[in-house]
Structures are given as structure tokens and as C-alpha cells.
Nanobody, 121 residues
Framework: QVQPVESGGGLVQAGGSLGLSCAAS????????MGWFRQAPGKEREFVAA????????YYADSVKGRFTISRDNAKNTVYLQMNSLKPEDTAVYYC??????????????WGQGTLVTVSS
């Protein structure tokens, strides 16, 4: 199991950028595909992006494709989400979690605290 701690959220204007980090404990971090998810107020949690164990394969939700970039540094047990051209509809609490494989939008572990991203118009 991998226990994530998300950080980097904040308030940003529409069109701006923000970078999120997910520091994960667990000796097997580098063996797992990891994903980012988000939950907007009053909505279900949804998949955002995923990356395979080596960082060589990524997968994105259509709503963020071309604007967000997921990456990882296995030496630091950390996954990143660079968010550009932010829109008000990107406002949500962002979480990271293990996923079974990069194209499977299903979280495997308990959720962390998440980090809040607010995009003002």
C-alpha cells in the first residue's frame, strides 16, 4: 500500500498555472502506476491523469488533455501534476492514489487529505 500526501494547491486566476505534488510513503512506490483524481464541490470524484511505474506512459481525462502534465520521480517517491491554462471548472480537491494500470481509472488505496485548487474567473 502507498500512503499519499498531496500538496501545492492554492488560489489562481483563470489561465494561470499551478503545480501539485504527491509524496508517497511505501517501499514499493516505484513499482506502481499512480493517478491523480479530483472532486469538485457537490460532484463525484473523477479521474484526472495517470502514469505508469517508469513514467514512460501517461493517460489523461479528455477535460485536461493538453493542459495538464503528470510526471514522477521514483527516487523521491513523488508524483507531480503540472496544471496550465486553468479554468474555473478545474476547481476541486485533488488527490493522488495508486491505480491498477495507467488506463484503469480506479483507485486502490484509502484517500489522503487532498489539496484544494481554486480557480477564479
Amino acid at each position: 500500500q502507498v500512503q499519499p500526501v498531496e500538496s501545492g494547491g492554492g488560489l489562481v486566476q483563470a489561465g494561470g498555472s499551478l503545480g501539485l505534488s504527491c509524496a508517497a510513503s511505501g517501499r514499493t512506490f516505484s513499482m506502481h502506476a499512480m493517478g491523480w483524481f479530483r472532486q469538485a464541490p457537490g460532484k463525484e470524484r473523477e479521474f484526472v491523469a495517470a502514469i505508469n511505474w517508469s513514467g514512460g506512459s501517461t493517460y489523461y481525462a479528455d477535460s485536461v488533455k493538453g493542459r495538464f502534465t503528470i510526471s514522477r520521480d521514483n527516487a523521491k517517491n513523488t508524483v507531480y501534476l503540472q496544471m496550465n491554462s486553468l479554468k474555473p471548472e478545474d476547481t476541486a480537491v485533488y488527490y493522488c492514489n495508486r491505480v491498477p494500470r495507467v488506463t484503469e481509472k480506479r483507485a486502490l488505496d484509502a484517500w489522503g487529505q487532498g489539496t484544494l485548487v481554486t480557480v477564479s474567473s
